[in-house]
């Protein structure tokens, strides 16, 4: 499939993130005018599923080159527009189920052509989403989907820092501690559906520990040290990972007894928003020449989105910690103005590189 024909896919994942954007403020007490469909409770199966499981597919794609895979984000785009729609909950649901059984299924055949720890740690992604729709279209509580929706994502980029970013080769010792990381999330996942308090606090184990590997072993420590784009992608990183650190120690002390609120609240966006978009910040460069075939040229600027991504969620958790809604209230919308800031400096950077071509 061609670029141009690659358009109406990163449409939909855009429409999906903006209307996750609006959601989120929405849910988290700003007055904004009222939509045709209530969407403040589709926030995270926009921004997960329409949005983020959206791009992964079609970055896997992409990568691949097998028509037949462009059905798994095209499916999850799908899924995402019939929320917003207020088609039945099951149409929408079952739409992104079968988008992440696509990418499933393409993880299935790359681990048979390159059986690496790279592929097995994001295959395991692949099928942690898919069980986590699966339990969203048997109508499970949103609080119990979530985890398997996280571990999704923090396996993609766990495995994408193992292959893109020429992480450091570790030794058998290394290896084992991170299969051993890796196995105890998911024992906490598999807990967490017959006793979710128990589970997610292994689960917290796990992301201690994932964590504090990616920041011992990854390359950004080094790099950190280099300049220009380099050095932003470290920048992104090694927060990222204190921030997966600290949700799993959120994980570990309230995972499973706050599933609505402020705490739950602290614990859901320290994951998603401080590691998975600081992670998201700094790929981005490298990410969406290989879907658009447009180069992003480095900018200084770029530290701005990121600084404020961070200022603003410490402000948002420490709202949500100290019971204080004027401060979470107000980190949200400032966490939403980097989000925003971020796609603006993309596709500042992107135009300025075109004009420079022609």
């Known amino acids: 499939m061609s670029i141009p024909s690659r358009a109406p896919l990163m449409a939909l994942a855009a429409f999906a993130l903006l209307s996750a954007l609006w959601a989120a403020l929405v849910r988290i007490g700003w007055s ?11 926030h995270g199966p926009l921004m997960i599923a ?23 984000p095209l499916l999850s785009g799908l899924g995402a527009l019939a929320l917003l729609a207020g088609l039945p909950p099951l149409i929408g649901r079952g739409l992104i189920a079968l988008g992440s059984l696509g990418l499933a299924l393409m993880f299935v055949r790359m681990l048979r052509m390159h059986p690496a720890m790279y592929v097995a740690t994001m295959a395991l992604g692949a099928w942690m989403w898919l069980a986590g729709n699966l339990l969203w279209w048997f109508d499970w509580p949103i609080a119990q989907v979530f985890p398997w929706w996280a571990g999704f994502l923090i396996f993609t980029i766990a495995g994408e820092r193992l292959d893109l970013a020429r992480v450091i080769a570790p030794g058998r010792a290394s290896r084992i501690a991170f299969s051993l990381a890796v196995a105890v999330f998911l024992a906490g996942l598999w807990i967490s559906l017959a006793d979710m308090r128990f589970g997610l606090a292994i ?17 950004a420590r080094r790099t950190i040290r280099t300049a220009g784009l380099t050095r932003f992608i470290a920048a992104c990183l090694l927060p990222g990972y204190a921030w997966l650190i600290a949700g799993g120690a959120l994980w570990l002390a309230f995972g499973g007894t706050a599933t609505a609120g402020f705490l739950y609240d602290a614990i859901l966006h320290s994951l998603f928003l401080g590691f998975v978009f600081s992670m998201i910040f700094g790929h981005a460069p490298i990410i969406i020449p290989a879907v658009t075939g ?24 420490f709202g949500d910690l100290g019971l204080n809604l004027p401060l979470r209230m107000w980190g949200g919308l400032f966490n939403v103005i980097a989000l925003l800031l971020f796609l603006g400096v993309m596709a500042r950077s992107a135009r300025r590189r075109l004009r420079n071509v022609t």
């Open 32 to 42: 904004l005018p009222a939509l045709p469909v209530p969407i403040a409770g589709q």
């Open 50 to 72: 329409g949005f983020l499981g959206a791009l992964i597919s079609l970055e896997r794609v992409v990568a691949l080159r097998w028509r037949w895979a462009y059905s798994a």
């Open 203 to 219: 689960g917290g184990v796990g992301l201690i520990g994932l964590g504090a590997w990616l920041m011992r072993n990854d390359i």
């Open 294 to 317: 447009v180069e992003i040229v480095y900018r200084p600027l770029f530290y701005v989105h990121l600084a404020l991504l961070h200022l603003s969620l410490i402000a948002r958790v």
